[in-house]
Nanobody, 117 residues
């Protein structure tokens, strides 16, 4: 059974930082493109960051987060992280872990990030 479990969400003040993690099981993790998506209230889910499966690793970021967010993965531990800096209220959303390989894709249940003073 495939499981993607997010952790690290919470309440943070504007300008603050937060680090999300995703732990994967049930998939050959190193073969999967991994990523983070988010969905803000009343908005569609959007891509935040993707990181390639192989080496060298490539990362792709949404324009809104480029330069502030950093995605990484540890294939030995089947984990992925998202370091989020300089957070703004516009970053408030449920953040989802995503895994893709060809036509197969999986989602975590999400973790809520709230940026507010």
């Amino acid at each position: 059974q495939v499981q993607l479990v997010e952790a690290g969400g919470g309440l943070v003040q504007p300008g603050g930082s937060l680090r999300l993690s995703c732990s994967a099981s049930g998939i050959p993790f190193s073969s999967y493109v991994m990523g983070w998506y988010r969905q803000a209230p009343g908005k569609q889910r959007e891509m935040v960051a993707l990181i390639s499966a192989g080496t060298p690793r490539f990362a792709n970021y949404a324009n809104a987060v480029r330069g502030r967010f950093t995605v990484n993965r540890d294939n030995a531990k089947n984990t992925m992280s998202l370091q989020m800096n300089s957070l703004t209220p516009e970053d408030t959303a449920v953040y989802y872990c995503y895994a893709e390989s060809g036509v197969l894709n999986y989602w975590g249940k999400g973790t809520l990030v709230t940026v507010s003073s």
